[in-house]
C-alpha cells in the first residue's frame, strides 16, 4: 500500500553538519536547487550530480527522506510510510544498481503474490487464476459469467469516468466491491467513485482505450516484445535490504551531506535576471541564499503558494486544487505468533464491510529480517477519503481498534497481544487525482512555459507510487 506525501517522524537521517552560514550579499552559486528531500527530491539531485551539475537541496523537516522513515522498535523493523513499492518500470533497478552496493534492492518471497479480501467474517484469497476465480465466494456468479463478455464490451466515452464506474460497466458490482474498492482503498485510500481513471489508474484507461477491453489489452500487451531493459520491470514488490530508509541513506550518501540543508524554513523562490533566487532561514535566525539557474519543487501541493509568491494567484489556485487523504498507520510486533502463519502480502478490506481499518500489510511475510524467527510485523492503516476523523482519534481509541482486527480479523489468539506498537498520524497522506486534476496539470504546464527553469515535479502529478515518483525524477533530471 504505497503511502505518497507522508510526513516522517523525527529520525536518523538528519544532515547535521550543516556548512557555514552563507552571506545574505553573496548568494551561493548552483546550477540547481531541488527543494524537497523525498524520494522524488533526492533521485532527481543524485542524477543530476551524476551528470555533473553543482545542487544544493533544500528540506524542511530536519531529516531527509519525506515520506520514507524505517524504524528499529526493538526486534522489529517498521516502516512508518510506504512498506513496499512495485518494480513497475525499469528505473527502480536501473537506481539500486547505480548506488553501487551502497543500498540492496530486496524484493519480496514468492508469498506475496498471495492477497486477502475481507468478506463476511473472515479473509479469503483473491483468485490469480480460472479455477479460482469460479470457486471463490467473493464475486457472484451473474458477475463471473458476465466477465466473459468484457472483451467485446464498448469503450467509454467519458474521459471523466470514475474508476467505480468502469469497473462496474466492465466486469460488474461483485468485482467493483470486492476487488477494485479495496485496491483503491489500499492505494489510494480513497473512493473509486470520486477518482478518476485516466489520472488516478492512467494504464487501465488506456488498456480500454488502446485495446477496446482489460482482457484484450492484458493479451496485447504480453505479446508486445520487450527489450532487456523492458525486463528490468518485473512489476515484484520490492523494498531494500534492512527497510526503505536505507535507500534514502545511500542516495543520501551519493549526493554528499554537503550538498543538502535540512531544517530549512520559509523557503521561497524568486525570479531574477539570471534564472532564480532561493531565500530561507536556519535555526539560528539567519537568512540563506542560493542563486540557480533552475529550480526542481518537490514538495506537496498545499506548499507550494507559500514557496512560489510570484506565481498569479488564479493560477496556483488551480495547481493547489490538490486534496489529500489523511491516515492513520499502526505497526505491531509479535515475538512470537504461536505457530500461526501470515503468508500473504497482506489483507484489505472493501468499504461495504464496514470494519474500522482499511487494510493490514504482512511486511515480515513479504521481507527477511523484519521480526524474531517466530514473530511478525503487521502495518495497519486507518482513516482515509471515507473516515477523515479516524487522524483525530486518541492512542487508546486507536489501540483498541488494532487489538480487535489483531485477534477477531488476523485471528491470532487473544492471550498473545503486542510486543510493540507504534502510532503514527499523517494528516496530508495521499493525493487523490480526481475530476480536479486535468486543470491541475494543465496550470502545472502554463507556470513551467511561464517561468523557464522552473520545474514543479512531485505527487501532484505522474503518480502517487514510489516506482511513479523514482521514474519521474529521473526524466526531470535528464531534462535538465
Same mark, same amino acid.
Given at each position: 500500500? #504505497? ?59 530536519? !531529516? ?35 548506488? +553501487? ?44 459469467? !458476465?466477465?466473459?463478455?468484457?472483451? &467485446? ?6 474521459? +471523466? ?52 477491453? &482489460? ?31 536505507? @535507500?534514502?541513506?545511500? @542516495? ?8 543538502? %540543508? ?19 532561514? %536556519? ?34 489556485? +488551480? ?20 505457530? !500461526? ?38 502495518? &495497519? ?17 486507536? %489501540? ?23 502510532? &503514527? ?14 486543470? !491541475? ?10 517561468? #523557464? ?28
Amino acid at each position: 500500500m #504505497p503511502l505518497e506525501d507522508i510526513q516522517g517522524q523525527q529520525g536518523t537521517m538528519a544532515v547535521a553538519d550543516q556548512p557555514s552560514a552563507l552571506s545574505t550579499e553573496t548568494p551561493e552559486p548552483v546550477d540547481v536547487c531541488v527543494i524537497g528531500a523525498g524520494i522524488t527530491g533526492l533521485t532527481t539531485a543524485f542524477h543530476l550530480i551524476k551528470k555533473g551539475r553543482s545542487v544544493r537541496v533544500v528540506e524542511k523537516a530536519s !531529516r531527509i527522506g519525506g515520506q520514507i522513515h524505517t524504524h528499529q522498535v526493538g526486534d522489529f523493523v517498521m516502516e512508518s510510510g510506504p512498506n513496499t513499492g512495485a518494480i513497475s518500470y525499469p528505473e527502480i533497478v536501473e537506481l539500486f544498481n547505480a548506488l +553501487d552496493g551502497d543500498c540492496q534492492l530486496e524484493t519480496a518471497r514468492a508469498s506475496s503474490k498471495r492477497r486477502l479480501i475481507w468478506k463476511g467474517d473472515r479473509f479469503r484469497e483473491l483468485p490469480s487464476g480460472l479455477i479460482g476465480g469460479l470457486r471463490t465466494p467473493l464475486f457472484t456468479w451473474h458477475d463471473k459469467f !458476465r466477465i466473459l463478455g468484457e472483451p &467485446f464490451r464498448a469503450k467509454g466515452t467519458n474521459p +471523466d469516468e470514475s474508476v467505480g464506474e468502469l469497473a462496474a460497466r466492465r466486469l460488474g458490482r461483485s468485482y467493483l466491491d470486492y476487488a477494485v474498492d479495496p485496491f483503491v482503498s489500499g492505494v489510494y485510500a480513497g473512493n473509486p467513485m470520486t477518482l478518476v481513471t485516466r489520472y488516478a489508474l492512467p494504464k487501465l484507461y488506456n488498456l480500454e482505450q488502446t485495446y477496446g477491453g &482489460f482482457i484484450r489489452g492484458a493479451m496485447a500487451k504480453a505479446r508486445e516484445p520487450k527489450s532487456d531493459r523492458d525486463r528490468l520491470a518485473t512489476k515484484q514488490v520490492f523494498s531494500a535490504k534492512g527497510g526503505l530508509e536505507h @535507500l534514502v541513506q545511500a @542516495l543520501g550518501a551519493a549526493i554528499g551531506p554537503e550538498h543538502i %540543508t535540512t531544517g530549512a524554513n520559509g523557503v521561497q523562490v524568486f525570479p531574477d535576471a539570471n534564472g532564480y533566487e532561493v531565500r530561507y532561514t %536556519t535555526a539560528d535566525g539567519m537568512e540563506h541564499r542560493i542563486a540557480c539557474r533552475k529550480v526542481v519543487t518537490t514538495c506537496g501541493a498545499y506548499a507550494l503558494p507559500a514557496l512560489l509568491p510570484f506565481v498569479d494567484e488564479r493560477l496556483m489556485k +488551480d495547481v493547489n486544487n490538490l486534496f489529500y487523504a489523511p491516515i492513520v498507520q499502526v505497526g505491531v510486533g509479535i515475538r512470537n505468533t504461536g505457530g !500461526r502463519q501470515y503468508q500473504a502480502f497482506g489483507g484489505l478490506v472493501p468499504s461495504c464491510e464496514r470494519q474500522q481499518v482499511l487494510g493490514i500489510l504482512f511486511p515480515s511475510a513479504c521481507f527477511e529480517e523484519r521480526a524474531p524467527e517466530h514473530g511478525a510485523v503487521f502495518s &495497519f492503516f486507518l482513516g482515509g477519503v471515507r473516515h477523515q476523523e479516524f487522524i483525530s482519534k486518541t492512542d487508546d481509541e486507536l %489501540t483498541d481498534i488494532v487489538d480487535d482486527a489483531l485477534h477477531r480479523m488476523l485471528q491470532l489468539p487473544k492471550h498473545i497481544q503486542p510486543d510493540a506498537l507504534r502510532i &503514527f498520524r499523517h494528516h496530508r497522506a495521499i493525493p487523490q487525482y480526481e475530476v480536479t486534476s486535468g486543470a !491541475r496539470f494543465a496550470a502545472i504546464d502554463k507556470v513551467e512555459q511561464r517561468y #523557464p527553469g522552473l520545474v514543479l515535479a512531485g505527487n501532484l502529478k505522474g503518480g502517487i507510487g514510489m516506482a511513479d515518483r523514482i521514474r519521474q525524477a529521473v526524466a526531470v533530471a535528464k531534462n535538465i
